[in-house]
């Protein structure tokens, strides 16, 4: 029986987190795990498809579409703040999802507070041997 899209997409943003920043790196893997006789090695030995393959072969916007209705649904946000952001996904919500603490519940240092207990000490750094 044939995966269905669906369920290509949804292995590859659990199993490659890559995949999650990236609709292209999605698409490229998911061609190279279930479409893998369609990607060729050229002359070059740089990995392709025909053209006239694309007609068998999942669209980059279909793919899209699919994975952002499983982050509608809340699941394999991205691994990268920025695509989450361009993607439109509240920051509390992404941090979240990824184990983080929220904006709220983290803890910001003050001027008074110190990074370097009493027993340790700075010591400047010996560039050359005088």
């Given at each position: 029986m044939k995966k269905q899209l669906k369920d290509m997409v949804e292995e590859c943003l659990r199993n490659i987190p890559e995949t999650r920043n990236s609709d292209i790196t999605l698409m490229i893997e998911i061609w190279k795990r279930y479409f893998s006789q369609k990607v060729r090695k050229g002359a070059?030995?740089?990995?392709?498809?025909?053209?006239?393959?694309?007609?068998e072969l999942p669209r980059?916007?279909?793919v899209k579409r699919v994975r952002a209705k499983l982050n509608a649904q809340g699941k394999y946000y991205p691994?990268?703040?920025?695509?989450?952001?361009?993607?439109?996904i509240k920051e509390d919500i992404w941090r979240q999802e990824l184990g983080y603490p929220t904006k709220d519940q983290t803890i910001h240092p003050t001027k008074s507070d110190s990074y370097m207990d009493e027993q340790r000490s700075f010591k400047k750094p010996q560039l050359f041997n005088n």
């Open positions: 070059s030995g740089e990995e392709g498809v025909w053209l006239k393959d694309l007609y980059e916007d279909n691994t990268d703040w920025k695509v989450a952001k361009a993607r439109g």
